[in-house]
């Protein structure tokens, strides 16, 4: 099956940094990914959506400027938590779709942990 | 916003029994899809299901599908301990954006 790969699977780091997650498609070209955040033991909340070489659609009340999205190739997109404070601490994970490998399901990395101290 | 909601949200069984659990929705949809997310893992894929079709099966995994009451159920039989994750069903939401429901965190006791 498809494999989606997303580094780091952990990250801790200061209030005001900024932080820099990959999502990698490995088997196949990702016309699109998404971006979501999850709370614990709560549901997928959908971030964003980007697809190559356009710019990323962000969902109502995401912050473009805070979350950089960026989706240069058919096989990478990044999320950039920008200056990051406590409540941007969460887990983060991404998917992707595209091709005949991956054409109606969605392939997720393996998640994200943020620490923001 | 999340358009799926799933019941129970928690569900705890012995190993060896079938776990049933319920998805609801609210709009039309092209098809369900129902993923399983291990405790601090990303999602993993189980079943598709169209708007066309009334059930598809895969190993132990029965899915079903209601238009008429936009609910759907995913059925576990003979479930193991590894069965244990929480499950989430997903919808489409225009074109490629999936809404997620609330999710089931399912425990199988050995």
């Known amino acids: 099956g498809a494999v989606v790969s997303q580094h780091p699977s952990r990250v801790i780091c200061k209030s005001g940094t900024s932080v820099k997650i990959e999502c990698r498609s490995l088997?196949?070209?990702?016309?699109?990914m998404f971006w979501y955040r999850q709370f614990p033991k709560k549901s997928l909340m959908l971030m964003a959506t980007?697809?190559?070489?356009?710019?990323?659609?962000?969902e109502q009340g995401v912050e473009k400027d805070k979350f950089l999205i960026n989706h240069a190739s058919l096989t990478l997109s990044t999320l950039t938590v920008t200056s990051a404070h406590p409540e941007d601490s969460s887990f983060y994970i991404c998917?992707?779709?595209?091709?005949?490998?991956?054409?109606?399901?969605?392939?997720f990395g393996a998640g994200t942990r943020l620490s923001v101290l | 916003s999340q358009q799926g909601e799933e019941d129970p949200q928690a569900l705890s069984i012995q190993e060896g029994e079938n776990a049933t659990m319920n998805c609801s929705y609210k709009t039309s949809i092209n098809n369900l899809q129902w993923y399983r997310q291990n405790s601090g893992r990303g999602l993993v894929h189980l079943i598709l299901?169209?708007?066309?079709?009334r059930e598809k099966h895969s190993g132990r995994l029965r899915v079903t599908l209601d238009t008429s009451k936009k609910s759907s159920s995913l059925l576990i039989t003979a479930s193991r301990a590894a069965d244990t994750a929480s499950y989430f069903c997903?919808?489409?939401?225009?074109?490629?954006?999936?809404?997620f429901g609330t999710g089931t965190r399912l425990k199988v006791l050995a």
């Open positions: 980007s697809n190559e070489g356009s710019k990323a659609t962000y």
């Open positions: 998917s992707a779709q595209g091709g005949a490998l991956a054409k109606n399901i969605q392939y």
């Open positions: 299901i169209r708007s066309n079709e």
């Open positions: 997903a919808t489409e939401e225009g074109t490629y954006k999936y809404i």
């Open positions: 088997d196949f070209q990702a016309t699109t």
